[in-house]
């Protein structure tokens, strides 16, 4: 089963880290497409939910283990835990931010209502988000935990491929203006931040698919992640003060790193008691 176990992870890490390179190709032979939502973007995007069906269908994975059921029984609080993990450290960083002068948020009263965009968004990234934790927490992060490595290679390995695979996306898909916003850096120093955020939050994302066997609390916080975090930054609701978005920033600081890597271990400290009850 172990053997079996790594070929497959072997197999669905290269497709992962292959399938947007590949959308890279198809762009450059397919000319004049929309920027931001180009077939090779879509091919990106689809690869890795496919290699998961193919190795569960046709490569002996199986579908025993996908985390597709809710498990809502007993885990109310894990799930609630889901519902409000990004937007409390959301909020601890821009009062520590806003107390130390790095984080600028009179912005936010001329713009258009934050609450509509979170909502507006939320839907959409709720779809998108049942098929990536599939993938990222039902497949890998699934696979890595049965071949018994020790919990902070599960980490570091689910976040290394997760933050791989957005790589081409950082390079090439995403408009630099995008990634200026966030930090300003040229874009590879971008993807390796990037990378190790990732890392950083795969240890809060895992313990909570460890905690509940199921992917739907997963699929929650990232999709309150994606709805919350970005247009803040992005859409310009708040303003980091220059040279302290390494420290800061909502996204890519490393206050917030540290925080939700602090809320993951939490997560496993309660884990680890209840196995041993």
């Given at each position: 089963?172990?053997?079996?176990?790594?070929?497959?992870?072997?197999?669905?890490?290269?497709?992962?880290?292959?399938?947007?390179w590949?959308?890279v190709?198809?762009?450059?032979?397919l000319k004049?497409?929309?920027?931001?939502?180009?077939?090779?973007?879509?091919?990106?995007?689809?690869?890795?939910?496919?290699?998961?069906?193919?190795?569960?269908?046709?490569?002996?994975?199986?579908?025993k283990?996908?985390?597709?059921?809710?498990r809502?029984r007993?885990?109310?609080?894990?799930?609630?835990?889901?519902?409000?993990?990004?937007?409390?450290?959301?909020?601890?960083?821009?009062?520590?931010?806003c107390l130390?002068g790095?984080?600028?948020m009179?912005?936010?009263?001329?713009?258009?209502?934050?609450?509509?965009?979170?909502?507006?968004?939320?839907?959409?990234?709720?779809i998108?988000n049942?098929?990536?934790?599939a993938?990222?927490r039902?497949?890998?992060?699934s696979?890595?935990?049965?071949?018994?490595l020790?919990?902070?290679?599960?980490y570091?390995?689910?976040?290394?491929?997760?933050?791989?695979?957005?790589?081409?996306?950082?390079?090439?898909?995403?408009?630099?203006?995008?990634?200026?916003?966030?930090?300003?850096?040229?874009?590879?120093?971008?993807?390796?931040?990037?990378?190790?955020?990732?890392?950083?939050?795969?240890?809060?994302?895992?313990?909570?698919?460890?905690?509940?066997?199921?992917?739907?609390?997963c699929?929650?916080?990232?999709s309150?992640?994606?709805a919350?975090?970005?247009?803040?930054?992005?859409?310009?609701?708040?303003?980091?003060?220059?040279?302290?978005?390494w420290?800061?920033?909502?996204?890519a600081?490393?206050?917030?790193?540290?925080?939700?890597?602090?809320?993951?271990?939490?997560?496993?400290?309660?884990?680890?008691?209840?196995?041993?009850s």
């Amino acid at each position: 089963m172990d053997r079996l176990s790594k070929r497959n992870l072997i197999l669905f890490s290269f497709a992962v880290l292959a399938s947007g390179w590949m959308g890279v190709l198809l762009d450059r032979v397919l000319k004049d497409q929309p920027e931001g939502d180009t077939l090779g973007m879509g091919l990106w995007l689809i690869l890795p939910l496919l290699a998961v069906l193919l190795l569960r269908s046709f490569a002996g994975d199986g579908w025993k283990d996908t985390g597709i059921r809710p498990r809502l029984r007993g885990n109310l609080r894990w799930y609630l835990a889901a519902l409000f993990a990004f937007p409390l450290v959301t909020v601890s960083v821009l009062l520590i931010g806003c107390l130390l002068g790095w984080i600028d948020m009179s912005n936010y009263r001329t713009m258009p209502s934050f609450t509509g965009v979170f909502l507006g968004l939320l839907l959409g990234q709720f779809i998108k988000n049942i098929f990536e934790e599939a993938v990222w927490r039902g497949y890998l992060t699934s696979k890595l935990v049965q071949l018994r490595l020790k919990d902070w290679l599960v980490y570091g390995i689910s976040g290394f491929i997760w933050g791989g695979w957005h790589i081409p996306y950082y390079l090439v898909f995403l408009p630099s203006s995008d990634l200026y916003t966030v930090l300003p850096v040229d874009k590879v120093t971008f993807a390796a931040v990037a990378i190790v955020n990732m890392i950083c939050w795969s240890v809060l994302f895992v313990e909570l698919f460890r905690v509940t066997g199921s992917i739907w609390p997963c699929i929650i916080m990232h999709s309150v992640e994606d709805a919350l975090i970005n247009p803040l930054v992005i859409d310009g609701y708040i303003m980091v003060a220059p040279g302290k978005e390494w420290l800061i920033s909502p996204i890519a600081g490393i206050l917030t790193s540290l925080l939700y890597v602090g809320a993951g271990l939490m997560v496993r400290f309660i884990r680890t008691r209840q196995a041993l009850s």
